[in-house]
Every structure is written in C-alpha cells, then in structure tokens.
T-cell receptor
Framework: AQKITQTQPGMFVQEKEAVTLDCTYD???????LFWYKQPSSGEMIFLIY??????QNATEGRYSLNFQKARKSANLVISASQLGDSAMYFC????????????FGQGTELSVKP | GAGVSQSPSNKVTEKGKDVELRCDPI?????LYWYRQSLGQGLEFLIY????????KSGLPSDRFSAERTGGSVSTLTIQRTQQEDSAVYLC????????????FGQGTRLTVV
C-alpha cells in the first residue's frame, strides 16, 4: 500500500493565484513528520516546509503553508501568489519515527504556472 | 564543502559491469539516505543509515544492489552486473539528529546503462 499519495500528476495555476497540492498519508505511528520538497527542472531537491505530527498549528514558510488535517491524514501544500518560478515538481514526504526515521516520498505533482 | 556531494555526476556503463556511486554527507549528519529517481517519476527509497544502527535495506530492488557507510560518514552504493533498467538518477541525502530536521540532498548521479 502507498504510504504517501499525491493524486494530482499535474496542475496548472495562473500567476498570482493560490494553488493547493494534495497529499494524503498512511501510518499507524503517533509520531511522524511531514515534508514538502520542490524539484525544478535542474533536478535539485529544495526543502520547503515541515509539519510535525504533534504540532497543533499549521506550518507556514513565506508563501508556503501546510494545511494539516490529522484525522483525515492529509497534509496539503498551499502556495499563495504563484510565481513563474514556482513551476516545478513538488513532492510530499513522511518520516515515521517508529521506523527509525525512514523518509518516504510520494510520486509528485508537476505544477505549471501560467503567465 | 557545505552540502551533500555525490560523485560522479554522470556515469555511462555497459550492461553487465559493476558501478560504484559515492556520497559525502554534510559533516555531523547522522542519517543518510539513498533514493532512485527514474525520468519523470518519484523518489524510490533504497536504503537508510542512521548512526551506528543496522541500515534499513528494505528498498533495495535486488541483491545486485548494496551500500555501505564507512565511519559514519561517506557512503558507497554499488550496483553489480548493471541492467538497462538500472538507468536512473541516484540521489543521496543526509539529515542531522533531531525530530524536526529536514534532509539535505546532493545533486545526484545520473547513471546510464548501455
């Protein structure tokens, strides 16, 4: 079974608009961490945002926020005021602490920002 | 260097040959991960080292794949008798101790088996 599911292979958004990238996860652990990474066409992996399972507040980093709904096991990434440079692959990942810190990634969502 | 370093950046090898891919993690990082990424695909977990614990090898696709981490630092991923389906980008990442720390990635090694 997939541990991390990203159901949107590709998304389009108009420049300056907000976009939500979906991520659901599957774990029986109580302690885990959720991450989002960006991978532009250059191939580098860029860390965006982190949410711990015990964090009560949704994480925010600049234009990025993480909509964490623990009961639904979802950790959607919201990008506000999209920019052309946001066009990239976006990966959701989960670290399960009872698995020793193993980090598992979803299949990714390709975001294209239109001018 | 300040970041995770992988070498070589590109490797072309003939089918059936063995290859070694190297990863130099960020100094002091206790965790080290290897992933495989085929063109346009997600990151496939291969193996994970954490300190002195036994590595989590659950993602290695076959016994042709192995990895070691010497002295808690440099890691080498070895693929024996390479096949064309091994062609991919192999990414290494390291992470410092702590529950809320992110993994830092290298630039990857692009492996092409011809």
């Amino acid at each position: 079974a997939q541990k991390i599911t990203q159901t949107q292979p590709g998304m389009f958004v108009q420049e300056k608009e907000a976009v939500t990238l979906d991520c659901t996860y599957d774990t029986s652990d109580q302690s885990y961490g959720l991450f989002w990474y960006k991978q532009p066409s250059s191939g580098e992996m860029i860390f965006l945002i982190y949410q711990g399972s015990y964090d009560e507040q949704n994480a925010t980093e600049g234009r990025y926020s993480l909509n964490f709904q623990k009961a639904r096991k979802s950790a959607n990434l919201v990008i506000s005021a999209s920019q052309l440079g946001d066009s990239a692959m976006y990966f959701c990942a989960m670290r399960e602490d009872n698995q020793g810190g193993k980090l598992i990634f979803g299949q990714g969502t390709e975001l294209s920002v239109k001018p | 260097g300040a970041g995770v370093s992988q070498s070589p950046s590109n490797k072309v090898t003939e089918k059936g040959k063995d290859v070694e891919l190297r990863c130099d993690p960020i100094s002091g990082h206790t965790a080290l991960y290897w992933y495989r990424q085929s063109l346009g695909q997600g990151l496939e977990f291969l193996i994970y080292f954490q300190g002195n614990s036994a590595p989590d090898k659950s993602g290695l696709p076959s016994d042709r794949f192995s990895a070691e981490r010497t002295g808690g630092s440099v890691s080498t991923l070895t693929i024996q008798r390479t096949q064309q389906e091994d062609s991919a980008v192999y990414l290494c990442a390291s992470r410092p101790q702590g529950p809320d720390t992110e993994a830092f990635f290298g630039q990857g090694t692009r492996l092409t088996v011809v």
